[in-house]
């Protein structure tokens, strides 16, 4: 039997840690690169040891596409459409299959509406949230990718979690560790606890 969640996210608390060295090299140590044109930043979950590098990192987790046609972009066009144009709640942005209890389940993101759920309540609720993470590991940062961290943090939470609870009443409560570092520096600048239901 699979459940569907229909995600409502936000930041409940974090251990902020300014000045702690972490691994210097967590993002060379994955393989990632770095050019002239790296946004500043970049994100790491100890628990599975996965990178966010924005712009760059594939959070889409679809198993049916094709090589290559896959986008770091949360919402691609026909998205944006559904859910500003159409105002259509229901529509599912993404979707992430996970394990949980030896039982699969399905984790999903949907337009949703402002006051309860979905993309739009995560985004007039908790963006301000997610952009400040940005722009405490660089001052300055485009704070663009906000929602594609969000995304990546969601499905690292399944995957890995720090601490969970539930499910109670259809949610399920995960919480996952994500260290944010510069680029310039390579040093770890803090680290904060989202939550995800």
């Known amino acids: 039997m699979r459940r569907n969640f229909a995600i409502a996210i936000g930041i409940v608390g974090s251990l ?51 090589p290559g046609t896959v986008s770091p972009m949360l919402l691609d066009p026909a998205d944006w459409w559904e ?35 979905g993309w739009f309540h995560i985004r007039d609720g908790h963006m301000e949230q997610w952009k400040n993470r940005i722009t405490q590991a660089t001052p300055n940062a485009s704070t663009d990718p906000w929602d594609d961290l969000m995304w990546w943090g969601a499905t690292g939470a399944l995957d890995s979690p720090y601490s969970s609870s539930g499910p109670t009443s259809g949610k399920l409560c995960v919480t996952t560790q994500i260290d944010m570092y510069n680029t310039s520096t390579q040093q770890h600048v803090y680290t904060f606890y989202p939550t995800y239901s």
């Open 16 to 66: 902020l840690t300014l000045g702690v060295a972490g691994p210097a090299n967590a993002a060379k140590d994955s393989g990632a690169e770095f050019d002239d044109s790296n946004p500043g930043w970049y994100a790491v979950a100890p628990a599975n040891g996965e990178v966010f590098l924005p712009g760059e990192t594939d959070i889409w987790v679809d198993t049916e596409s094709e």
């Open 83 to 117: 859910c500003h144009s159409n105002n259509n709640s229901s529509w599912v942005i993404v979707d992430y299959p996970f394990w949980w209890d030896g039982i699969e389940k399905t984790m999903k993101l949907q337009c949703g509406v402002s006051e309860s759920y």
